[in-house]
């Protein structure tokens, strides 16, 4: 008996467009650290790039003792940063940004992705101010640190912005549907308007190199 | 040392001297991506490239979710080319310029002019599908501006060329995919027969959008003229219907809730019996009779549509997209019209 089709498939993740921010090819190598890595380990290998993933289940001392611990990498993500509730994201930030460091390669680059401060702790995305991520991650050995603004989440983005003032009012003019009064443009053109603005990102990521 | 995607992107636009000549580029170039929330896997995500104290960006990338759609902005990039070439001097104010095709950390990347406008799709809300006047305003515009394209693009066909045989796979899949009546076969049968009589004859062929709706019209500034974006599925082809009558089903299904198919499918149908009166015919009318080319008559060109799009991702992507069954429902309402015989009447 001929009945209607509808071919469908497990979907390819759509939220990984941060990618985009990282070297990512057939020649580099990543690690996915945290929640969903196993998961985004299969989109990137399905992808053609070779990733390894670095479970949430795990704690820091775990991690001597992983085969894993004997590899470095180009790129190390955790875009959903580090979930308060597993082993892991009760350690101290400072030491698991250390302890993923040593799994760099020189050059190498982590991404990391977290809520804005005011979102509190109402998801198991870690929240703080980039101020505050900033400060840890220099306390972990990273120098050069690069933040994107993320709109409307680091799970599905819609938006991820340079911190610039232009792109940043392009954004919201276009989210807007073009609706933003001149007026309004013409006061969040103001630089000093803009740098307090962009502090009220819903969520960010964080590129940083050692 | 690693660098970012992105990073590559600039570095290689920089690298090109006839482009950065042309545009007169300057660094830094930030770049927002537009990742378009929850849109397909299989879409493209849009980077907007500012330079330096630009309020507006200059470049405009395409990036596919999955690297292995390069296809699609491969199809892009040279029909884009086509159309610059047959536009000439209009290009510029129909079209964005597809700068580059390029392949950076094994992903494609087509890059094109920024086209300064506003989307159709984003000033039309759901109270402009109320006001008919409205509606006829932008029915007409985009018909004529459509028609220009068409005239512009018009080609003499050669022996090669043959759309036949991608019009025929189409419909092979949409018999395979789809359980359908007696009536609706027959129907297919109909378009078959037309396209292998009727249009086969045409000495011209045209360039066609292959995706023509509001979502992808932007009305340029300052110059206020329909520009066209999103040339993914553009193609040659003897047969301007899909084109056509494509603007006239996605304005119809825009112009209802969204709803499940079958509800959806009801709605737009009303919806367009109720444009029946004034709106398609001046639609058409402002669209004209083209001499060289085909345009069917509406009761198969809106058919056409409906199986164009009712398998486009299946044969594309391998399988189905989120809303392509609404097609398949609309086909089925369009063949079992009840007052088919004067809806479709001199049109």
């Known amino acids: 008996m001929h009945t209607e089709q509808q071919i469908l498939r497990v979907p390819l993740d759509h939220s990984v467009d941060w990618r985009f921010l990282l070297p990512f090819s057939q020649d580099e190598t990543v690690l996915f650290v945290g929640d969903q890595s196993n998961y985004l380990k299969k989109v990137f290998e399905d992808m053609g790039f070779p990733a390894a993933a670095w479970p949430c289940t795990i704690s820091l001392p775990d991690v001597s003792s992983l085969r894993l611990s004997q590899s470095t990498f180009h790129i190390v993500a955790m875009p959903y940063g580090m979930a308060a509730d597993t082993p892991l994201g009760k350690t101290d930030a400072t030491s698991i940004y250390g302890a993923v460091r040593a799994f760099l390669k020189p050059g190498g680059v982590l991404l990391l992705g977290f809520n804005n401060v005011f979102r509190g702790n109402d998801t198991k995305?870690?929240?703080?101010?980039?101020?505050?991520?900033r400060k840890t991650l220099r306390r972990a050995g990273y120098l050069a640190i690069n933040f994107y603004g993320v709109?409307?989440?680091?799970?599905?983005?819609?938006?991820?912005?340079?911190?610039?003032?232009?792109?940043?009012?392009?954004a919201m003019d276009f989210h807007l549907r073009s609706r933003l009064p001149g007026s309004l443009l013409g006061i969040l053109s103001n630089r000093l308007v803009f740098t307090g603005i962009s502090n009220l990102l819903p969520a960010y990521f964080a590129v940083a190199k050692p | 040392m690693t660098v970012s995607l992105l990073d590559k992107l600039t570095a290689a636009l920089m690298s090109m001297e006839d482009l950065t000549e042309s545009l007169h580029l300057e660094l830094p170039i930030a770049w927002l991506i537009l990742t378009n929330g929850e849109a397909e896997p299989d879409d493209n995500i849009i980077v907007f490239g500012f330079e330096a104290d630009r309020s507006?960006?200059?470049?405009?990338?395409?990036?596919?979710?999955?690297?292995?759609?390069?296809?699609?902005?491969?199809?892009?990039?040279?029909?884009?080319?086509?159309?610059?070439?047959?536009?000439?001097?209009?290009?510029?104010?129909?079209?964005?310029?597809?700068?580059?095709?390029?392949?950076?950390?094994?992903?494609?990347?087509?890059?094109?002019?920024?086209?300064?406008?506003?989307?159709?799709?984003?000033?039309?809300?759901?109270?402009?599908?109320?006001?008919?006047?409205?509606?006829?305003?932008?029915?007409?515009?985009?018909?004529?501006?459509?028609?220009?394209?068409?005239?512009?693009?018009?080609?003499?066909?050669?022996?090669?060329d043959d759309d036949l045989s991608d019009f025929l796979l189409k419909i092979s899949k949409f018999r395979e995919l789809f359980v359908l009546s007696e009536k609706e076969q027959a129907a297919l049968d109909e378009i078959?027969?037309?396209?292998?009589?009727?249009?086969?004859?045409?000495?011209?062929?045209?360039?066609?959008?292959?995706?023509?709706?509001?979502?992808?019209?932007?009305r340029g500034k300052p110059h206020g003229r329909l520009m066209f974006l999103d040339w993914q599925y553009s193609r040659w082809s003897r047969d301007v219907s899909l084109d056509v009558y494509m603007f006239v089903l996605a304005a119809a299904l825009a112009a209802v809730p969204r709803r499940m198919d079958k509800e959806r499918a009801e709605d737009?149908?009303?919806?367009?019996?109720?444009?029946?009166?004034?709106?398609?015919?001046a639609y058409l009318s402002a669209y004209g009779r083209p001499v060289n080319y085909a345009l069917l008559p509406a009761r198969y060109g809106l058919l056409l549509c409906c199986i164009e799009k009712a398998v486009r991702s299946v044969i594309d992507f391998g399988s189905n997209q989120y809303g392509d069954s609404v097609w398949r429902v609309l086909f089925s309402k369009l063949v079992n019209m009840p007052e088919g015989g004067s809806f479709y009447e001199g049109i």
């Open chain 1, 151 to 170: 709109y409307p989440n680091v799970m599905i983005p819609e938006y991820i912005i340079p911190l610039e003032l232009f792109p940043f009012l392009f």
């Open chain 2, 56 to 160: 507006l960006p200059t470049l405009v990338a395409k990036i596919p979710r999955s690297p292995k759609n390069a296809w699609m902005l491969q199809t892009e990039y040279d029909r884009l080319q086509d159309a610059w070439r047959c536009l000439g001097a209009q290009a510029p104010l129909r079209l964005p310029k597809p700068l580059a095709m390029l392949t950076l950390d094994d992903q494609p990347v087509l890059v094109m002019s920024y086209l300064h406008g506003v989307s159709l799709l984003r000033t039309s809300p759901s109270r402009f599908w109320r006001n008919n006047n409205q509606i006829r305003e932008l029915f007409i515009d985009s018909a004529r501006a459509l028609r220009e394209m068409n005239e512009h693009t018009a080609t003499l066909v050669s022996p090669d």
């Open chain 2, 192 to 218: 078959i027969t037309l396209q292998k009589t009727q249009t086969a004859d045409f000495t011209y062929k045209v360039l066609l959008q292959g995706d023509f709706w509001h979502g992808n019209i932007v």
């Open chain 2, 268 to 281: 737009a149908l009303k919806t367009l019996m109720q444009w029946r009166t004034e709106i398609l015919p």
């Open chain 1, 125 to 133: 995305i870690p929240a703080a101010s980039r101020g505050q991520i």
